[in-house]
């Protein structure tokens, strides 16, 4: 079984930063992308910044410049550093991971609990 756990929501001012993390733990051979993905009230859920096993790394338009993804693969953690934010940056966050357990041939999705961010003045 895998797990993802998530930390480092909260409530932030405009400006502030956060620092999220996400660990997989469990039983698995390996890990390949992992990322963000945000959803806001009334809004779909919306990719915010993924990297690859390698460390490429992709971000929305709308955090270009403001956001960095990291991951420690000794770890299996990613980390999204959040800084410049905005109000429109308030969402639930959701951590991503695709992974490779045993018994299985093929890297499937799993996904955290999800953490809220807050910005507010």
């Known amino acids: 079984q895998v797990q993802l756990v998530e930390s480092g929501g909260g409530l932030v001012q405009p400006g502030g930063s956060l620092r999220l993390s996400c660990a997989a733990s469990?039983?698995?051979?390996?890990?390949?992308?992992m990322g963000w993905y945000r959803q806001a009230p009334g809004k779909e859920r919306e990719s915010v910044a993924i990297i690859t096993r390698g460390g490429s790394t992709n971000f929305a338009d709308s955090v270009k410049g403001r956001f960095t993804i990291s991951r420690d693969n000794a770890k299996n953690t990613v980390y999204l550093q959040m800084n410049s934010l905005k109000p429109e940056d308030t969402a639930v966050y959701y951590c991503?991971?695709?992974?490779?357990?045993?018994?299985?041939?093929?890297?499937?999705?799993?996904w955290g609990q999800g953490t809220q961010v807050t910005v507010s003045s």
């Open positions: 469990g039983s698995f051979f390996s890990i390949n992308a």
């Open positions: 991503n991971a695709k992974i490779l357990i045993p018994g299985s041939s093929r890297f499937e999705d799993y």
